[in-house]
């Protein structure tokens, strides 16, 4: 007999957590969609802002992924009446919704960079 797993009184099954985690990072996939939802939940940005803050990416690919974040709902395009043409990104209300994650993967790397920098040093780290 298959024991269940319980979090906040909920049953978990396993094939539909894997089946939610599967999806959530299909659509978070990729090595910048992370990195621009984090930079755009300091506050709205413009194209060549998010060019200065996400080190390393192109403004092809991040055309790209901004494209698709916008196509899931994550985050919003304005386009200003200048001229020329401004265009602003922000995080949706939904896309907000990531933020508590974000926090959490940030705090969590914060602790392994120290994690790892104690091993390095030859200091031994119980937790």
């Known amino acids: 007999m298959k024991k269940k797993v319980f979090i906040d009184q909920k049953p978990l099954h396993c094939p539909s957590q894997l089946r939610a985690i599967h999806d959530t990072m299909d659509i978070l996939s990729g090595k910048w969609k ?5 930079c755009l939940s300091f506050g709205d940005k413009r194209f060549m802002d998010l060019m200065r803050e996400v080190k390393g990416i ?17 985050i ?18 939904y896309g907000k919704t990531l933020r508590p994650i974000l926090w ?3 705090d969590w790397g914060q602790h392994h960079r120290v994690k790892v920098k104690a091993t390095f040093n030859g200091e031994v780290d119980n937790g």
């Open 34 to 38: 992370i990195t621009i939802i984090g």
């Open 58 to 74: 192109g403004s092809k690919m991040l055309s790209k992924e901004l494209h698709e974040l916008e196509i899931n709902g994550l």
């Open 76 to 93: 919003s395009r304005t386009v200003q009446p200048t001229k020329p043409v401004t265009v602003e990104y922000a995080l949706t209300a």
């Open 104 to 106: 959490e993967m940030a």
